[in-house]
């Protein structure tokens, strides 16, 4: 039995207005708002959903890792914190500068979104 998948964009979070937009690479259904031109693929946001319960923001453990990715043809650094037990990311935090700075920010940022999910 298939699975049903509610569509809603991620972005306006119009609910009701979309075209669909062609199949991922993987043959998931990809959708393109009619509201703000967002394209996306309900399977994947939905999955993420069923997987932020499992989330543990009180493990003893958290890892920070970083690597550099280009973005049309610019530098940036991505930082990931990732729970060494689960190996779940927590959180991530894009930037063009590596810097102490960018990784405080990015755990003070997670830290607050695990004092709002407690
Ligand atoms: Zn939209």
Request: charged share 25%; glycine share 4%; hydrophobic share 40%.
């Given at each position: 039995?298939?699975?049903?998948?509610?569509?809603?964009?991620?972005?306006?979070?119009?609910?009701?207005?979309?075209?669909?937009?062609?199949?991922d690479r993987d043959?998931?259904?990809?959708?393109?708002?009619?509201?703000?031109?967002?394209?996306?693929?309900?399977?994947?946001?939905?999955?993420?959903?069923?997987?932020?319960?499992?989330?543990?923001?009180?493990?003893?453990?958290?890892?920070?890792?970083?690597?550099?990715?280009?973005?049309?043809?610019?530098?940036?650094?991505?930082?990931?914190?990732?729970?060494?037990e689960t190996r779940?990311?927590?959180?991530?935090h894009l930037s063009?500068?590596?810097?102490?700075?960018?990784?405080?920010?990015?755990?003070?940022?997670?830290?607050?979104?695990?004092?709002?999910?407690?």
């Amino acid at each position: 039995m298939q699975k049903i998948v509610s569509v809603k964009c991620p972005k306006c979070n119009n609910k009701d207005s979309f075209y669909r937009y062609g199949k991922d690479r993987d043959g998931y259904q990809k959708y393109l708002c009619r509201k703000c031109n967002h394209q996306f693929a309900p399977f994947f946001n939905n999955l993420s959903l069923e997987l932020i319960p499992m989330l543990d923001f009180n493990s003893d453990e958290w890892h920070a890792d970083e690597t550099v990715v280009k973005i049309s043809g610019q530098k940036y650094y991505i930082w990931f914190i990732i729970d060494s037990e689960t190996r779940f990311v927590l959180g991530f935090h894009l930037s063009p500068y590596r810097n102490s700075e960018q990784v405080l920010l990015c755990l003070t940022l997670l830290k607050i979104l695990a004092m709002l999910m407690l």
